[in-house]
């Protein structure tokens, strides 16, 4: 495929080439006072866009996966109970991993395109008089659907029962592009990676850490070394960390931060939902369903289609990188060849986005889809033309 062309899966992002720069650095001493310069305003921008004054920011060299087993690691013990929904991809594996770390997981079932079910959590948690479960695992953006799910209500539920639990949340796919709140929502520990709203490569775990979290470490029995919020919280007030960091990276994510910040979050989630719009009114146009169920529920960071009876989404990914060079999100797990995602976070523009959803209507139309050719594009251009966003980003620049 050709490198020219912008990707359309939802993380690792297109990387906006000042940040690439920011990543491409000379080696430098991170023992040194130039590593001083790097860290200590990085952990702090974090926390901004975590909208956390509270908590702490931790990043460990990893993905999102590593900041999963971070939370479990550092705050639970063998045998404590955990409650969490199996409703995609990436709620499901990190139930396995609960279990893996020996964990005991009341899994809620909810179909594949739901949102969490936070009736039922309400339910279970009201119910648990003995409040046996320490931990409650929320999935705000369930990437294999595009769903993002309620974690407000979620609190909301959780203060309502009086139920002490730890609430962990992940926001791999949600965080810097959609509005997240950690101290409002009372999250205890939030999950991202530097490979999706930071528009950097992969390589980073960023974690968001409550107080109530940082209590649990006391009392945690579960072995951890390399992910231990302990070695982290101790050094890195003195800009040190308790093994060799990566210096590239966290260079770009302090100019991925200064670069959000200059945007403003709130204008990063708004140009987000308005690309998603266009992105969701060409698939209207060519009469697929979205996986996901409820309207309320959309993902503004990915959108994955349902595709016609008979016809693999896969097959339509691996086709679309062949004839084309451009990538879209393949079905994964339940939806795997069912479905394919089109990604629209990070540094997207409507032409971009224009240009995917063109690209997608040729291959749909080699595949023999039955779309009418153009019936997308002009869906999404009436739409980003009508739309106030784009008139409001052209007039502030």
Request: proline content about 6%.
């Amino acid at each position: 495929m050709s490198i020219q062309n912008p990707v359309f899966i939802p993380g690792p992002t297109n990387i906006p080439e000042s940040l690439r720069k920011a990543c491409d650095m000379p080696t430098i001493d991170h023992r040194s006072s130039l590593f001083a310069e790097i860290l200590p305003p990085v952990l702090a921008g974090v926390k901004r866009v975590l909208k956390t004054e509270t908590g702490e920011a931790i990043i460990f060299p990893g993905s999102g996966t590593g900041g999963w087993e971070a939370a479990l690691s550092n705050t639970l013990s063998p045998g404590d109970k955990v409650l969490a929904a199996d409703f995609g991809m990436f709620s499901r594996k990190w139930i396995d991993m609960c279990r893996r770390h020996g964990l005991e997981v009341q899994v809620v079932e909810a179909p594949w395109g739901a949102a969490l079910p936070v009736g039922e959590f309400a339910a279970i948690l009201a119910a648990d008089t003995e409040h046996q479960i320490r931990a409650v695992l929320g999935t705000h953006n369930e990437t294999a659907t595009g769903v993002r799910s309620d974690i407000g209500g979620l609190r909301a539920a959780m203060d309502a029962a009086g139920h002490p639990a730890l609430l962990f949340v992940d926001g791999v796919s949600s965080i810097a592009s959609m509005d997240f709140r950690m101290d409002d929502w009372g999250v205890d520990v939030a999950i991202t990676g530097s490979q999706k709203g930071f528009m950097l490569p992969a390589g980073l775990a960023v974690v968001g850490v409550s107080r109530k979290a940082i209590a649990a470490m006391e009392t945690a029995r579960l072995p951890r070394f390399y992910f231990d919020f302990r070695d982290m919280l101790a050094m890195n007030p003195a800009s040190g960390y308790p093994y060799t960091p990566v210096v590239g990276l966290l260079n770009g994510l302090k100019a991925a931060i200064a670069m959000i910040e200059a945007e403003g979050l709130d204008a990063v989630f708004a140009r987000h939902h308005h690309i998603a719009e266009g992105v969701r009114e060409a698939v209207r146009a060519w009469g697929l369903p979205f996986c996901a169920t409820a309207p309320e529920s959309y993902s503004d960071t990915v959108t994955a289609i349902v595709m016609p009876e008979g016809i693999d989404g896969n097959a339509f990914v691996a086709h679309a990188e062949k004839r084309y060079g451009v990538s879209y999100g393949a079905g994964l797990g339940a939806v795997a060849g069912k479905v394919f995602r089109i990604g629209h976070l990070g540094q997207l523009t409507e032409t971009q986005a224009l240009a995917g959803i063109a690209t997608a209507e040729m291959a749909m139309a080699d595949l023999g889809i039955g779309i009418a050719p153009g019936s997308g594009v002009a869906a999404a251009q009436l739409f980003y033309r009508s739309s106030p966003v784009l008139a409001q980003r052209v007039a502030a620049e």
